[in-house]
């Protein structure tokens, strides 16, 4: 079945490390996303990729790194510098371009990040 | 800049009850809207959407949202509440501009409790 599956779905990580959150998808989208959810805030960007080797900035990167180095795949980096990470962390692909895409977005199951 | 605003934490309705979940937006031209729901510990499901044509649309599971452009407002609604319709709700907004690229912009999320 296609979809998006994010890794791991639990991950607890002592101060001062850095961790990879992984988001591969098989519906074969152009564009992918990372978002932040935290209790009483939504959901905010942190970085986004409308196609393979290029990715943008959201709203929140300070402390984030992206790569997207295959179309299936857009692993997030969660550094040492990101000074609140506890979150649950949810990876999202959609179709096509900007302007081509009405925006839908098909979202993983997400990955809860404890810092210890 | 797009925004969008849900004005209520939570909203309890008894079963059997109409439900309504208020959203107001905020784009510079045209807006595409959207609302998902969140079960716990899960990833964001997509309900429906509108982007041109008739102001009421219907999604899955019984939902619908009507859109008023006078007064920037997207409310979702069912018609007779389900105890399992219990959920995190998020409506979302992008604006139809080439220039906003596929950012979608979340409210912080409305929480539906149905009564038995």
């Known amino acids: 079945d296609g979809g998006i599956t994010q890794s791991p779905k639990y991950l607890f990580r002592k101060e001062g490390q850095n961790v990879t959150l992984s988001c591969e998808q098989n519906?074969?989208?152009?564009?992918m996303y990372w978002y932040r959810q935290d209790p009483g805030q939504g959901l905010r960007l942190i970085y986004y990729?409308?196609?393979?080797?290029?990715?943008q900035k959201g709203d929140i990167a300070e402390g984030y790194s992206v790569s997207r180095e295959k179309k299936e795949s857009f692993p997030l980096t969660v550094t040492s510098a990101q000074k609140n990470p506890t979150a649950f962390y949810l990876c999202?692909?959609?179709?096509?371009?900007?302007?081509?895409?009405?925006?839908?977005?098909?979202f993983g199951e997400g990955s809860r990040l404890t810092v210890l | 800049a797009q925004s969008v605003a849900q004005p209520e934490d939570q909203v309890n309705v008894a079963e059997g009850n109409p439900l309504t979940v208020k959203c107001t937006y905020s784009?510079?031209?045209?807006?595409?809207l959207f609302w998902y729901v969140q079960y716990p510990n899960r990833g964001l499901q997509f309900l429906l959407k509108?982007?041109?044509?008739?102001?009421l649309v219907k999604g899955s599971y019984g939902f619908e949202a009507e859109f008023n452009k006078s007064q920037t407002s997207f409310h979702l609604k069912k018609p007779s509440a389900l105890v399992s319709d219990s959920a995190l709700y998020f409506c979302?907004?992008?604006?139809?501009?080439?220039?906003?690229?596929?950012?979608?912009?979340f409210g912080g999320g409305t929480r539906v409790l149905v009564k038995p």
């Open positions: 784009v510079s031209g045209n807006p595409y």
């Open positions: 999202a692909s959609s179709r096509g371009l900007a302007g081509v895409n009405t925006g839908e977005l098909f």
């Open positions: 979302a907004v992008r604006d139809s501009g080439r220039a906003a690229g596929n950012k979608l912009t």
């Open positions: 519906l074969n989208h152009d564009a």
């Open positions: 509108y982007i041109t044509g008739d102001n």
């Open positions: 990729s409308q196609i393979v080797n290029d990715f």
